[in-house]
């Protein structure tokens, strides 16, 4: 596929007085390639957000100060029943 790409004068005469043709080929490509990832990365952030937005809060059968002191007291397999059965 081609594509033509057309730049202010000046930004053209840089490019080619610092970049050989097949340079200023592969740095176009990668810049292009570049802003693709950017925009991927925006798109799944909002993504992401949308996502976190719709999460509907739950209520725990216990604390987790108390799940946590149960774990500490050794007490894992109440705690796996309690909260098997809470659902």
Known sequence: MQLAIEFPDQLFFDLQETLPQQDLKQFVLDAVEAKLLQEKRKQ????????????????????????????REGKDHELTELLNHGK
């Open 44 to 71: 799944q952030q909002r993504e992401l957000m949308a996502m976190i937005k719709a999460i509907q809060p739950v209520k725990a059968a216990l604390s987790s100060e108390e799940m946590t002191r149960m774990l």
